[in-house]
């Protein structure tokens, strides 16, 4: 039978690099954050909700979610992010359940990865098979971060900051990827755990 694991990982941690090396190599990838723009697409009810909790001012001319500013209010009050979460997760968690068992159906010995940021923080790691714990030390994090995002330094290192630790993280992890070096070490150690999850998905009853 399939095999559904979690992956997570802080800021920069690389955890959806090491996804799309477990998708170059056969797994199934469902991305929460992909899933989450899809629910807050113009007409969806989650997006409604969002509007009705949030105020008008968060969907922008064209009637889309105004992200930056969602960010902006959530980063600074931990009230209004835990209502942004109730709103979003059931609903993401749903839509997740439903993807893993049309791909089960189709694939019975299937690799099914849930590529997200909050597994651990919103409970949704209960419901994996095997949790995969993507780390990096913090100065590998803040310098990546920095090249991608266009952030100064100061808000880069915030961000980092108000994520669970790494530490905490890893205390719910079945495996951890140290991704502290380079691309293709990472990509080694995704084949080799790529091997061992499979033999897992495929023996799995």
């Given at each position: ?78 009230k209004k992010k835990n209502d942004l979460e109730n709103i979003l997760h059931p609903r993401v968690f749903e839509f997740e359940n439903l993807e893993y068992k049309n791909i089960s159906q189709k694939h019975p010995k299937a690799l099914v990865m849930i ?91």
């Open positions: 039978m399939s095999l559904l694991v979690g992956i997570t990982g802080g800021m920069g941690s690389g955890k959806t690099l090491a996804a799309s090396f477990f998708h170059e190599f056969g797994a199934h990838i469902l991305d929460a954050d992909v899933i989450c723009r899809k629910l807050v697409e113009p007409g969806q009810p989650a997006l409604k909700e969002i509007s009705e909790c949030f105020g008008k001012s968060i969907i922008d001319e064209f009637g889309n979610l105004d992200r930056k500013k969602l960010a902006q209010v959530i980063f600074y009050d931990p590529d997200a940021a909050l597994l651990i923080e919103s409970g949704n790691y209960k419901k994996m098979d095997k949790v995969i714990v993507v780390k990096a030390n913090k100065k590998t994090q803040i310098e990546r971060v920095l090249t991608q995002s266009g952030w100064g330094r100061d808000e880069v290192v915030a961000r980092i900051n108000n994520q669970m630790p790494i530490n905490e993280k890893i205390k719910y992890a079945d495996f951890v990827l140290d991704n502290s070096l380079d691309k293709a070490s990472l990509r080694k150690k995704v084949k080799d755990l790529h091997i061992k999850l499979s033999f897992f998905a495929a023996k799995n009853d």
